[in-house]
T-cell receptor, first 114, second 112 residues
Framework: AQSVTQLGSHVSVSEGALVLLRCNYSSSVPPYLFWYVQYPNQGLQLLLKYTTGATLVKGINGFEAEFKKSETSFHLTKPSAHMSDAAEYFCAVSSTGATNKLIFGTGTLLAVQP | DAEITQSPRHKITETGRQVTLACHQTWNHNNMFWYRQDLGHGLRLIHYSYGVQDTNKGEVSDGYSVSRSNTEDLPLTLESAASSQTSVYFC???????????FGPGTRLTVT
């Protein structure tokens, strides 16, 4: 069975500081990995995805994530936080099989302090 | 532009009533999904469909049903609403064979 663990339900950074949101996954088959962002009172928006190929994935709004198979991790980073980055972030895993289902982590709420 | 919409955006209902939440997508996606979002649980899959007349149970399907009579719509029905079903409900869709899903804006349901 697949699962996702997001370490830290709340993360607070200063504007301009590095953002690091942690995600570890469990999967018995090669995974597809995703990060979604949810702004208040909105649906989820895809930030970036890893399927195959390059392990460093770049997404929208300056975010990127690196797939590390040996560590079963897919941490999300951004070099310099903006106030507009304040949101909830969800990591998700899907199997490379035909089912297309996503398993989500419990989310990390990012606060950006001025 | 193609989109996915949900209605109503907010709903208050009483325990025991039947409630239907609508989801409509104009992406022409084969796959559609319903999730509920609760604090501390992230998003949990309720039901999903891979095409017309196809429906499948997800992780938390008890008390919910769906039907898929066309490509665009996947309504979610709570047969007899319970207070434990107070939540925010999200609909999503994806292309056949694709894994990334596109989400609607959500419906906040309160069962009193």
């Amino acid at each position: 069975a697949q699962s996702v663990t997001q370490l830290g339900s709340h993360v607070s950074v200063s504007e301009g500081a590095l953002v690091l949101l942690r995600c570890n996954y469990s999967s018995s088959v090669p995974p597809y990995l995703f990060w979604y962002v949810q702004y208040p009172n909105q649906g989820l928006q895809l930030l970036l995805k890893y399927t195959t190929g390059a392990t460093l994935v770049k997404g929208i709004n300056g975010f990127e994530a690196e797939f590390k198979k040996s560590e079963t991790s897919f941490h999300l980073t951004k070099p310099s936080a903006h106030m507009s980055d304040a949101a909830e972030y969800f990591c998700a895993v899907s199997s490379t099989g035909a089912t297309n289902k996503l398993i989500f982590g419990t989310g990390t709420l990012l606060a950006v302090q001025p | 532009d193609a989109e996915i919409t949900q209605s109503p955006r907010h709903k208050i209902t009483e325990t025991g009533r039947q409630v239907t939440l609508a989801c409509h997508q104009t992406w022409n996606h084969n796959n559609m999904f319903w999730y509920r979002q609760d604090l501390g649980h992230g998003l949990r899959l309720i039901h999903y469909s891979y095409g017309v007349q196809d429906t499948n149970k997800g992780e938390v399907s008890d008390g919910y049903s769906v039907s898929r009579s066309n490509t665009e719509d996947l309504p979610l029905t709570l047969e007899s609403a319970a207070s434990s079903q107070t939540s925010v409900y999200f609909c999503a869709s994806s292309e056949a064979g694709a894994h990334e899903q596109y989400f609607g804006p959500g419906t906040r349901l309160t069962v009193t």
